[in-house]
């Protein structure tokens, strides 16, 4: 009833905007105008979606769209736009799945340029970065050749506050009540100014987070059958964040230099603590396991770059140098009390992931004729990623009651298969691009190249196998444009090919040893990308001053779709009981019974397609009279199509639909506003060898009150999760790929995950 209530709240208007015609362009500021820090912190009217001025498909927000909502992070922002999901734990927004795909699909850029994750997939996490730190994003549906091409889905840019953003500071200051009643605080600062003969912005924020989940688990031998145990956990994750970022403008010989960099560090405590009992009722007589899996967490990113603009040789030219990287350093051991057995099992596993990335690039642009300009440059990366992985395990037995195994009790550590290596990857991609204006069009076509060399060296591989190398080179074309049909409305058309680089994990040659199911997995250095043709039309329309109404439909077409598939060869384990069998006297006919499962490996197996349709509305009701009152809506419906190994099925874990719907209503008498948010993100299946899962969410309801004072004081009450959002997943598991085939399961799963309301009480003051 109540998402209902908001959904007709929030589209009922579009009703009546539909017929409004805009007169009025917007006003543009100045350029390279700084703004007002009370302008920032004090909006004073609905704060709207951007009417792009980009020929390429883009969705532009200032962080005033956000705000009033206090996100913590960017990822906690980006649910509020359109097409993004995410497949996190119950109040986390980590990696971006923009159009429902893997992360690795989206390529995340701050102020334009790539940045290096932790993640196996290349993917980064979008948490890691305050939503403090920016001025705005950009959700930018297709590619151009002075971009990066690893975007099938799609970029999104975050930009963060730079030397010109800023005249002046403010300070913000408030607490976060978590549902376990703990308290945790928020502090932040940022300054800019004239500083000697430049601009200058610094700014800094320390900020607690905390997690606290409950789960609840029902595991069977079959869908129906019987239910063999349940397990109770809970999970809490706690930690702080800290970040840093400067930037500084001058002018330098002709040319205007810009120095940037960023710093945040997440310092992070996840610990699951769980009890396993047979049947399904919490007797304490039915304990059948005990389970503490505490994981510390300390991951550093950084970059520095500088920036030089210059017109020269008829034209202008840029000059970038950058270097970036994280550091991701975990620390996890898990204990577990084997109850009827008496016997204590612990692990621990120690693990350092450093990838670095040294970029450069040139690039100048100069006008034709007739409003015509030619841009031409190079893009230069030079990318090193040392993993080392290491674990130790334990064993006592005769233990009656469970307690942490002492480090006497371990074994020596030792490389986890595929956890020791070093990868380096060097990346020199040229482009040309022509754009211009043709009456009422404005249009943009280029031509990228992109050159890859992978060098791998993984210390856990065969030694035939340690050293591997590849190499691959790819033509992206693109073109967009944008076409006005009348002051208030246009069409966007976009075509361009993409390119979707293999997983870490995919091109490592180790094997891994019961990696899915009982199939043990053996990577492919030999692997190609996948490439993607894919389009965009999209039709926009201006409400009133300020507003928009916008739909927009895509399509993907991907080739060389990288998949798991059967090499043939019988895994370790089938091949040790194949053995025993021999060696029990069975015949080679009997024994070869046991031989089940296999080693996989990841190839280019064929095609694949994602399409949709996407629709978003943000706008101000002053076209009906109501101009201190904002709705926004977007609705994005998904699908994909993909055949593997059992058949035809969308993209893993692509959410089939995502809708967002609010308003903010400010009150200019008293000073003060309010609002609400509803979201909601439809069912995700997957499915690889060994295990199908299906993830369902609830929906997420936030609301905000805010209250301004003297014109430089604003304080705000949010509140985020009100409806007790919950994570829902199924899983079918399987040992073998017959079984799974057959449907012979080896369990069936039902995992529950809820996390309670989240209050935070913010205050800035601009100075």
């Known amino acids: 009833m ?16 539909y017929p409004a015609l805009a007169q009025t362009d917007l006003a543009s500021a100045a350029l390279g105008e700084p703004t ?6 004090v909006t004073g009217e609905p704060a709207m979606r951007n009417r792009s001025d980009d020929v390429v498909p883009t969705l532009s927000y200032d962080l005033e769209y956000f705000q009033r909502f206090e996100p913590l992070t960017v990822g906690d922002a980006l649910r509020r736009v359109p097409s993004v999901t995410f497949l996190s734990d119950v109040l986390e927004s980590d990696g971006v799945r923009l159009r429902g795909l893997d992360p690795a699909y989206t390529q995340i850029l ?18 890691r970065i305050p939503a ?43 607490g976060i009540l978590l549902s376990d009643d703990e308290l945790k605080g928020t502090f932040g600062a940022v300054y800019g100014g004239q500083v000697g003969p430049g601009r200058l912005l610094v700014g800094g924020s320390i900020q607690g987070r905390r997690n606290p989940k409950e789960k609840f688990s029902q595991r069977f031998d079959e869908p129906g059958g019987d239910l063999d145990n349940i397990e109770v956990q809970s999970d809490v994750r706690d930690g702080t964040d ?18 940037s960099g960023l710093f945040v560090r997440t310092d992070r405590t996840q610990n699951e603590n769980s009890l396993e009992y047979n049947g399904g009722a919490e007797d304490p007589d039915e304990l059948a396991k005990i389970n503490a899996n505490p994981l510390d967490i300390l991951t550093d990113n950084y970059s520095v770059g500088a920036r030089y603009e210059r017109e020269q040789f008829g034209g202008e030219s ?4 950058g270097y970036s990287g994280i550091k991701d350093d975990q620390y996890e051991r898990e204990d577990e009390l084997d109850v009827e057995d008496e016997v204590v099992e612990g692990e621990i596993v120690d693990s350092l992931i450093e990838d670095t990335e040294l970029s450069a690039s040139f690039a100048h642009e100069f006008e034709l004729a007739n409003d015509t300009k030619l841009e031409f440059g190079v893009q230069y990366w030079d990318k090193n990623r040392d993993t080392a992985i290491y674990s130790a395990d334990g064993e006592v037995e005769g233990v009656s009651s469970f307690r942490i195994l002492t480090a006497s009790e371990f074994g020596d550590f030792e490389a986890v298969a595929g956890g020791v290596s070093t990868i380096e990857e060097t990346r020199i991609d040229p482009y040309v691009m022509l754009s211009g204006e043709t009456g009422p069009a404005k249009w943009q076509v280029g031509l990228r190249y992109e050159t890859t060399s992978t060098d791998i060296t993984d210390e856990t591989a065969d030694d035939d196998l340690r050293n591997t190398s590849s190499d691959y080179n790819i033509l992206l074309p693109s073109a967009s444009v944008r076409f006005a049909l009348s002051d208030a409305d246009r069409i966007t058309a976009s075509v361009a090919r993409t390119v979707r680089r293999p997983d870490f994990n995919f091109i490592s040659p180790a094997v891994l040893e019961g990696e899915y199911g009982d199939n043990d997995f053996l990577g492919n250095p030999d692997l190609e990308p996948e490439t993607a043709w894919g ?44 053995e025993d069998a021999i060696d029990d006297g069975a015949t080679p006919e009997e024994a070869a019974e046991e031989l089940t499962s296999f080693v996989l490996t990841a190839d280019n197996v064929g095609d694949g397609e994602v399409y949709g349709i996407e629709f978003d509305l943000s706008t101000p009701l002053d076209f009906i009279g109501m101009e201190n009152t904002g709705v926004y809506a977007n609705v994005s419906l998904l699908d994909s199509n993909v055949d593997d190994f059992a058949g035809s099925r969308r993209f893993n874990s692509q959410s089939n639909y995502v809708y967002n719907v609010g308003f903010t209503q400010d009150l200019p008498a008293w000073g003060a506003a309010f609002g609400a948010s509803y979201r909601k993100q439809g069912d995700a299946d997957s499915r690889i060898i060994g295990e199908e899962v299906t993830t369902s969410y609830g929906a997420d309801l936030e609301i905000f009150v805010e209250k ?32 799974q085939i057959d449907r012979d399961y080896d369990e069936y799963e039902l995992e529950t995950e809820k996390a309670g309301p989240v209050f935070q009480l913010v205050a800035r003051v601009a100075f």
């Open 2 to 17: 109540k998402s209902a209530l908001l959904l007709g709240a929030a589209v009922a208007p579009l009703l009546f905007a």
């Open 36 to 41: 007002q820090v009370a302008d920032i912190i």
């Open 110 to 127: 701050i102020n334009g340029e790539r940045v290096p994750g932790a993640g196996l997939d290349r993917s980064f996490f979008v948490d």
């Open 132 to 174: 403090e730190l920016i001025e705005g994003v950009e959700v930018v549906r297709s590619a151009s050749a002075n971009r990066s091409g690893d975007a099938v889905s799609g970029a999104i840019n975050i930009l963060l506050r730079d030397a010109l953003t800023l005249d002046g500071g403010y300070v913000r200051a408030g």
């Open 242 to 259: 800290y970040s840093a970022n400067a930037s500084y403008e001058v002018d330098v010989a002709g040319g205007t230099l810009q120095l």
């Open 318 to 321: 840029t000059f970038r140098i």
């Open 535 to 578: 389009g965009d039309l999209g039709y926009e329309h201006r409400i009133g001053r300020r507003g928009v109404v916008g739909v927009n439909v895509f399509y993907r077409k991907v080739s060389d779709l990288i998949e798991l598939v059967n090499t043939g060869d019988y895994s370790d384990e089938a091949l040790g009981n194949y």
């Open 708 to 739: 301004t004072f003297a014109n430089t004081v604003v304080v705000r009450l949010t509140g985020s999760n009100l409806l007790d959002s919950s994570k829902d997943e199924v899983f079918d598991k399987f040992n073998t790929l017959e079984d």
